[in-house]
C-alpha cells in the first residue's frame, strides 16, 4: 500500500521491552569487541523476531530495544503477537553464545494502552518518526524492570485481551514507580492450545445460543441428510464476531449424543503462509502427540494412526512426518521426487485418510476461517468438498464477508450469511452477562444501541464496562460520544479495519467527527476535496464495508455500518483536531445548510457544542428543545433543555451578562417537558416550578409566570392536591379578566373546569369547560402557544365527555370524545392522540366495554412505550388488567391482578395521584373476582378513603357502586350492606346532578334485588 501520511493520532499499541540480565558485568569482563559482537548477534535476532511478528523496532537502547505492535497500523493480532514476540525472544536470547558458564538471559516487559503518537510514514520528517506519548511505554519499561531473568511481565490490559492464548500467572498488584495506583501484573507462562482469539472465543464462551433458531434448524437439516449419505457443505458467512464460531460451537454441542465423527481445521491469520497448518495441527491432536515428546515415539503414533486409515505406503508416511515436522525417520521413498510429486502424494494422502476417516459414519468436520486459509489447505476442501456426496460428511466452514468461496450454491452446498442479532437477542446477551443487573438500563440501552446486533461487541462491551463499574463505581462514562464503550480487546480490530483504509482513512476522520450517519452534500463541503478525489474514496469507504447508503436520511446520504467503528475513527483523532472539525462542520451548516438546521437545530448545537463553542450553541439547543416540544417528543425535548441550561450555567460561571430570562425560559421549557415525559408531579417537576417561579417574580416577567402559574396548576392536579390546584387556576382566571389574553382565557377556564369536574362541581364544569372550548374555536388558526404540555382544547373536549358520562346526554359522550379524537389528529402529536385515547379508555371501563378496552389498551401502550410517556403507560396497564379480567380473558387473580398492580406501581413511582381511588375500586374488583375476599374488602376500603381525602366527588358514587358489587359477591345479594353501599352512590350522585350515574345505579340495585327474589325462590 502506497505510503499514506497521516497526522498525530491517539491509537492503542502494545509496547515491548526487553532488556539483558546482568549485561553491566557482561560489559566489564568482555572485551569491547566481543560485547560488540553479543549486542549485534542480539539485535539480529530481536530484529527478526519483532518484524516476523509483525511489530516495528522504535529503539535500540544500548542493551534493551523498544518495539510497538499494532503501529504504524493497528491489528488485530498486535497484543497477542507482541507476547508470542516476547516468548519468542526470551527461548532465542538463551540459545545465543554466552561468554559465560550461564546462559544469556533477558527481563520482558509488556503494555497496551493509549498513546498519542505520529506517524512513522511521515517521511518528510524522519526525526519525529515513532513519537509516542502516554504512560503505556513507560508502564512496559517498569514492568520489564519489575521482571526476573527470564521473566515476561504484562499489564493487566495486555493480559486481558491475551488471556486465551496463554497461561499467565497473576502476580497481583504491584507498586511501579511513577504509578501511583499499584497495578496488577501477570507473569506469562506458556501459550495455550488455542491459537488464535477467533478461536478462543468460543471455546471460552459461557453464553447460552441467544436467537439463531432458524440458522440451527438449517444446520441440523442439513446434517440430517449428510448422515443419510448425502454429503455436503454448508459455508456460513458474516463478519467478524456476528457469532459463526458460537453457533457451529452449538451444532457440534448439539450433536454430542449422537455417534459420529467430528474433527475441526482452524485457520489463523498468523498461519496464512504455513501450508497445510490447520491439518499439521488435526494430526498431531489425532495421533495424540504429548508435550515434549520425542520424535521417535512420534513417528510410531504416526504411522499407528495412519494404519488405521489406511495409509501405510512409505512415501505417504514420509510426506506427513515431513509435513509435522518430524526428523530422523527413513526419508529413502521420497528420495529423487521433484516438489511437485512431493505435493500430490501429501495431498493425495490426506484426502485418502479423510474419506477413509469419514466412512461409514455420520462425519463432521468444521473449517474455521476460511478467509485466513493457506492455498493447498484450500486446494484440500475443495477436493474433499467435490466427493462428499458419496459420504455421509458435512464440511461445515465459516469465513468473514471478504472471502470469496469458490463454490457457487447448489445442492450439495449451501451458503448461509448470518445477519445481525435483533433488539431483544442483545438485550439478552446484555443480561446474561449482566445477572446481577449491576448496570443500569439506561446504560445497557447504550451499549444495545451502540453494538449494532453484533453479539462480540455486545459481550464485550458489557464485560468492559462491569469491568469499569467494578474498579471505579458508577462513573457515568465520557457522557454520549460513545468513546467510553470501545473496550480494550475491539480496540484494535476495531482500528486495523480503519488504518487498512489507506487514503480514504482522513475522509472517514471527517465522517466520524459528522456523525454516524451524514450526507455526500456536508462531507463534501466540510471537506473541501476536489469531488473525483473524494468520489475515490468513497467508494473505497463503500467496498471496505466500514460505509453502507443510508436509507433514512433524504438526498444521497451514507452511515457507517458500525456504530463503534465510528466511535473509533473518532476516538483515534487528536481532541484538538476534533474541536476543529466541529467547529468547521458548525459553521458550513449554519452558512450552507439552513433547511438540515431549520429542521434538526440539534445537530448545529451539538457540533457547537462539541466544539466548545457555547454561547453558540445554546440559542440552538433551546430551537431543538422547543421543536421536540412542539412535537410532544417530551424526552428529547427533556435533553435538549438540560443540555443548555448546563452550558448556560457554565457559561454564566465563566462570564456575567447572559441573561436570566433566557434561564426562566429553559427552566420552563425544562418543567414542561419533564411534566409530559415522567408526570406533572414528579417531583422534579414542582422544584423546577419553584425556581422558576423565583425567578420570574425577580425579573417581574407576566408572560412566563402565567406559564409557571399553569404548571403549578396541572402541579396540584396530578398530584391531587385539589384545594391548591383551585387556587391556582383562579389566579390564571384572574389574569385572564386583567389582561384579556386568550392564551389565559383558554387555559384558566380549561383548567378550573378540569379541577370541577374533578370535584364533580358537574355544572360549573361544563360551563367552563365549554367557555374554553368556545374561545379556542375562536381563535383556531391562530399562533398561541400554549405554556401546557398538552393542548387545552383536547384537554376540555375529553374532561367534557367525562362531564357527559355522569350527567348525560348518555349519547353525547361518544360525539364528543369524537370531536376530541379529530381535534387531536390535527394537531398530529402522539400525546394529543394518548391523551384523548387515554380517556377514551377510562369510558370503556366506566360502561363496562371490557373487549374494546383491552385493545385501546394496547394502543396506548404501543405509543407510550415508543415516545416514554410513562404516565399513559402506568395508567393503560392498570385499566388493561381490569378489562382482561372482565373479558374473562385472563385469570383476575394472576395475570390480569398483576398487569394492573404493575401499572399501580408505576403510576405511584410517578406520584400520579389523581383518580388513584378510582383505580384501587377497580383492583378490589379484581381481587374480588379473584375471589380473594380479604384483600378485596381492604382495597375497596383504601379506595373509599382516597377519594375521600382528595375530594373527587365525581368517583364517590362510582367506589360505592364497586363497594356494592365487592360485599355481594363475598355476602350474597341479600346482605343489606350491598344495598345501603347502592344508596350512599345514589345518594351523592343525586347531589352531583349525576343524572346518568343515578340510571346505572338504580339499574344495578333492580338486577341485585331481581337475582336476591330469584335467589330466595330456589
Ligand atoms: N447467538 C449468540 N448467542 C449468544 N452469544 C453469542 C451468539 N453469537 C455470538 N455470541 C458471542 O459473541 C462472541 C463472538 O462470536 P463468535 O462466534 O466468536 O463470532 P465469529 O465466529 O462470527 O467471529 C462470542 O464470544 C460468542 O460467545
Ligand atoms: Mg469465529
Redesign the pocket.
Known amino acids: 500500500m502506497k505510503p499514506v501520511k497521516r497526522p498525530p493520532e491517539r491509537r492503542q499499541v502494545t509496547v515491548l521491552f526487553c532488556d539483558l540480565v546482568n549485561s553491566t558485568t557482561m560489559a566489564e569482563q568482555l572485551d569491547p569487541e566481543e560485547l560488540m559482537e553479543l549486542v549485534e548477534s542480539y539485535y539480529a535476532i530481536c530484529d527478526d523476531i519483532v518484524s516476523s511478528h509483525s511489530g516495528y523496532m522504535a529503539q535500540y537502547l544500548g542493551d534493551g530495544i523498544l518495539a510497538y505492535f499494532g503501529y504504524p497500523d493497528a491489528s488485530e493480532e498486535a497484543a497477542p503477537n507482541a507476547v508470542r514476540a516476547g516468548l519468542r525472544l526470551r527461548d532465542a536470547i538463551r540459545r545465543l553464545p554466552s561468554p559465560t558458564a550461564e546462559p544469556l538471559r533477558c527481563r520482558i516487559g509488556i503494555a497496551t494502552g493509549s498513546v498519542v503518537a505520529t506517524s512513522i510514514r511521515d517521511i518528510e520528517t524522519p526525526h519525529k518518526a515513532g513519537l509516542m506519548m502516554g504512560k503505556t511505554p513507560n508502564l512496559a519499561a517498569r514492568l520489564q524492570s519489575e521482571a526476573g531473568p527470564d521473566q515476561i511481565l504484562v499489564s493487566e490490559s495486555t493480559h486481558r485481551i491475551t488471556r486465551e492464548l496463554f497461561h499467565h500467572q497473576s502476580l497481583g498488584a504491584k507498586e511501579l514507580k511513577g504509578f501511583h495506583q499499584a497495578m496488577p501484573v501477570y507473569a506469562v507462562l506458556e501459550e495455550t492450545d488455542v491459537s488464535c482469539r477467533?478461536q478462543a472465543?468460543?471455546k471460552?464462551?459461557?453464553?447460552?445460543?441467544?436467537?439463531?433458531q432458524q440458522e440451527m434448524e438449517l444446520l441440523l437439516k442439513a446434517w440430517q441428510s449428510a448422515s443419510r449419505g448425502q454429503g455436503q457443505l454448508v459455508l456460513l458467512q458474516?463478519?467478524?464476531?456476528?457469532?459463526?464460531?458460537?453457533?457451529?460451537?452449538?451444532l457440534k454441542r448439539s450433536l454430542l449424543e449422537q455417534g459420529h465423527r467430528q474433527m475441526s481445521w482452524y485457520c489463523g491469520p498468523n498461519t496464512r503462509e504455513s501450508t497445510l497448518h490447520p491439518i499439521a495441527e488435526q494430526i498431531k491432536k489425532t495421533a495424540g502427540f504429548e508435550k515434549g515428546e520425542a520424535d521417535g515415539s512420534r513417528q510410531q503414533k504416526l504411522a499407528r494412526m495412519m494404519e488405521r486409515y489406511g495409509a501405510t505406503e512409505a512415501s505417504s508416511l514420509e510426506v506427513l512426518a515431513d509435513l509435522i515436522g518430524l526428523r530422523g525417520g527413513h526419508q529413502s521413498a521420497l528420495d529423487g521426487l521433484t516438489p511437485e510429486k512431493k505435493r500430490q502424494i501429501r495431498l493425495d494422502t490426506l484426502l485418502a485418510m479423510v474419506q477413509a476417516w469419514s466412512d461409514g459414519q455420520p462425519s463432521l468436520i468444521v473449517v474455521?476461517?476460511l478467509h485466513w486459509i493457506d492455498p493447498t489447505t484450500l486446494e484440500l476442501l475443495d477436493r474433499l468438498i467435490s466427493t462428499a456426496h458419496q459420504h455421509p460428511l458435512m464440511v461445515l466452514a465459516?469465513a468473514?464477508p471478504e472471502f470469496q468461496a469458490p463454490w457457487p450454491p447448489g445442492d450439495n452446498c449451501a451458503h448461509l450469511h448470518?445477519k445481525r442479532?435483533d433488539r431483544t437477542?442483545s438485550e439478552?446477551?446484555c443480561s446474561?452477562l449482566n445477572p446481577d443487573e449491576a448496570l443500569s438500563p439506561q446504560l445497557t440501552r447504550r451499549i444495545v444501541e451502540r453494538c449494532d446486533g453484533?453479539?462480540?461487541f455486545?459481550?464485550?462491551t458489557t464485560k468492559s464496562m462491569l469491568e469499569q463499574l467494578r474498579a471505579n463505581g458508577p462513573s457515568g462514562g465520557d457522557g454520549g460520544d460513545g468513546s467510553d464503550l470501545i473496550p480494550e480487546t475491539l480496540h484494535d480490530s476495531l482500528a486495523a479495519r480503519l488504518d487498512r483504509l489507506g487514503p480514504a482513512r482522513s475522509l472517514a476522520s471527517i465522517a466520524a467527527v459528522i456523525g454516524r450517519s451524514f450526507t455526500y452534500e456536508l462531507l463534501e463541503a466540510v471537506s473541501s476535496q476536489p469531488e473525483a478525489w473524494l468520489r475515490e474514496q468513497m467508494d473505497a469507504l463503500l467496498v471496505s464495508g466500514l460505509l453502507q447508503f443510508s436509507e433514512q436520511t433524504a438526498g444521497e446520504a451514507y452511515e457507517f455500518k458500525h456504530a463503534l467503528i465510528r466511535d473509533t475513527a473518532y476516538e483515534t483523532m487528536l481532541k484538538r483536531d476534533r474541536q476543529t472539525l466541529h467547529e468547521q462542520i458548525a459553521r458550513t451548516l449554519s452558512g450552507q445548510f439552513h433547511e438540515l438546521v431549520d429542521a434538526e437545530p440539534q445537530l448545529l448545537a451539538h457540533h457547537y457544542t462539541r466544539a466548545g463553542s457555547f454561547e453558540q450553541a445554546i440559542p440552538h439547543w433551546i430551537s431543538a428543545g422547543r421543536k421536540s416540544s412542539d412535537m410532544a417528543s417530551h424526552e428529547e425535548a427533556v435533553q435538549h433543555f438540560q443540555t443548555a441550561l448546563d452550558l448556560l450555567r457554565h457559561e454564566a460561571c465563566r462570564r456575567e451578562g447572559l441573561p436570566a430570562s433566557l434561564e426562566l425560559n429553559l427552566l420552563l421549557g425544562l418543567a414542561m417537558s419533564l411534566a409530559g415525559s415522567r408526570s406533572y408531579s414528579a417531583p422534579e417537576v414542582g422544584q423546577i416550578l419553584e425556581e422558576s417561579r423565583t425567578l420570574a417574580e425577580r425579573l417581574e416577567d407576566s408572560q412566563s409566570s402565567f406559564a409557571i402559574l399553569r404548571g403549578i396548576c396541572n402541579f396540584c392536579i396530578v398530584s391531587c392536591d385539589l384545594d391548591n390546584a383551585e387556587r391556582s387556576a383562579g389566579e390564571c382566571l384572574q389574569r385572564w379578566d386583567q389582561g384579556r389574553d386568550p392564551i389565559h382565557g383558554i387555559e384558566a377556564h380549561f383548567s378550573i373546569g378540569y379541577v370541577h369536574y374533578v370535584k364533580g362541581s358537574m355544572a360549573l364544569a361544563r360551563q367552563h369547560l365549554t367557555q374554553s372550548i368556545d374561545l379556542y374555536r375562536l381563535h383556531e388558526g391562530w399562533d398561541l402557544g400554549f405554556p401546557s404540555t398538552h393542548d387545552p382544547m383536547t384537554g376540555s373536549l375529553t374532561a367534557l365527555a367525562m362531564v357527559e358520562q355522569a350527567c348525560g346526554p348518555p349519547d353525547q359522550v361518544a360525539a364528543t370524545l369524537e370531536q376530541a379524537r379529530q381535534h387531536a389528529e390535527r394537531l398530529g402529536r402522539n400525546y394529543e392522540t394518548v391523551y384523548t385515547l387515554s380517556h377514551e379508555l377510562l369510558i370503556h371501563v366506566l360502561q363496562g366495554r371490557y373487549l374494546e378496552a383491552i385493545a385501546l389498551s394496547d394502543t396506548i401502550l404501543g405509543i407510550s412505550d415508543a415516545y416514554g410517556y410513562l404516565t399513559w403507560r402506568a395508567i393503560a396497564k392498570v385499566y388493561k388488567g381490569v378489562a382482561l379480567a372482565h373479558a374473562g380473558q385472563a385469570e383476575p387473580g394472576g395475570e390480569a391482578l398483576s398487569i394492573a398492580l404493575e401499572g399501580m406501581r408505576e403510576q405511584q413511582r410517578l406520584g400520579v395521584m389523581t383518580l388513584e381511588g378510582f383505580r384501587l375500586a377497580e383492583i378490589a374488583t379484581l381481587h374480588s373476582l379473584a375471589s380473594s375476599v380479604s384483600e378485596a374488602f381492604a382495597t375497596i376500603q383504601a379506595a373509599a378513603e382516597a377519594v375521600r381525602r382528595s375530594g373527587e366527588a365525581y368517583f364517590m358514587p362510582l367506589v360505592h357502586v364497586r363497594q356494592a358489587d365487592v360485599i355481594a359477591r363475598a355476602q350474597g345479594h341479600d346482605e343489606p350492606a350491598v344495598m345501603e353501599a347502592l344508596d350512599q352512590a345514589l345518594a351523592i350522585a343525586r347531589a352531583l346532578g349525576a343524572a346518568s350515574f343515578e340510571t346505572m345505579i338504580n339499574a344495578k340495585k333492580q338486577l341485585y334485588a331481581r337475582e336476591r327474589i330469584g335467589g330466595s325462590a330456589l
Open positions: 477467533s472465543r468460543w471460552t464462551s459461557d453464553l447460552p445460543l441467544i436467537g439463531r458474516g463478519e467478524a464476531g456476528i457469532g459463526k464460531s458460537h453457533l457451529v460451537g452449538e474455521e476461517d465459516t468473514r448470518l442479532l437477542a439478552l446477551i446474561c453484533i453479539p462480540l455486545v459481550e464485550e
